[in-house]
């Protein structure tokens, strides 16, 4: 089911994140609000995380309601995506298309 893959791949990347100094402050069931998790770290500050899928882009008014929540609470904007075989893919998201983010790791 959607929502139980979704709630995994959240889980998964809040590890990660976790397994890298980073702490959660709060997620957001069912991507309700900008962002699917908020973590903190003691030196790089808070970040909002959204986590996606390779076949799920982030449009134009998420992405600007993503960066525009981000930069009030001075934050980091970032995707993450879990890839098969791969692992997690971070990006910094900008205002601009996915192509110019930069890629981020936490």
Known sequence: NQARNGAARER??????????????????????????VMVHPDHG???????????????????????????CSALPIVAVTLPGVGIKYRLVGRGTARTWEGWQP
């Open 12 to 37: 998964r990347i809040r590890d990660d994140m976790i397994d890298h100094g980073w702490l959660l402050v709060a997620r957001s069931a069912a991507s309700k609000g900008a962002c699917d998790l």
């Open 46 to 72: 808070q970040a909002l995380v959204q986590v996606g899928t390779a076949k799920k882009a982030l449009g134009p008014a998420d992405r600007a309601r993503l960066v525009t929540m981000a930069d009030l």
